[in-house]
């Protein structure tokens, strides 16, 4: 973490929408965004170990729900049933994501915007929605 966490990227987003920055949060974040796609709390766990960054599951669990309740991240919840996080680049956290069934790596399709029309019954109110993609990603396609 930079010497004044307002100066990365991560704090400026943190700050930007209202939030104490904390060396966790700051951290946490960094991974997300360095990670390019979405990452399960084990997998962000051992990326702070592995940047020296000290850190309990109880503080991992608290921050991931901070950003994720403040917009900064989404969650969503895999083929493996694990939560993942990911940085939420486009506001609202409102687009489809990409499962592949080779190697387990899971990304946001930022610039896709599928057309799902849904029918509720009467009473009924769609709060959010989730729509998961499976199939082999570019990197495992390439064959052996």
Known sequence: MPDHPHASPAGT???????????TRVAVLEVLLAAGQ???????????????I??????LYRTLD???GA???????GNDRARRFGVAVSGPH????FHCDRCGKVVCLEG???AVAVSLPGGY?????????????????KGP
């Open 66 to 68: 901070w950003l994720v």
């Open 112 to 114: 896709a915007q599928p």
């Open 125 to 141: 109110r769609l709060d959010r929605t989730e729509l998961l993609l499976h199939g082999v990603c570019a990197s495992c396609d």
């Open 71 to 77: 917009g900064v991240a989404h969650r969503m919840i």
């Open 38 to 52: 979405s990452l399960t709390h084990d997998e962000i766990g051992v990326a702070l170990s592995r940047n020296g």
């Open 94 to 97: 409102e687009h489809p994501h």
């Open 54 to 59: 000290k850190h309990d599951r109880v503080t």
């Open 13 to 23: 987003l943190i700050a930007a929408h209202g939030g104490r920055l904390t060396r």
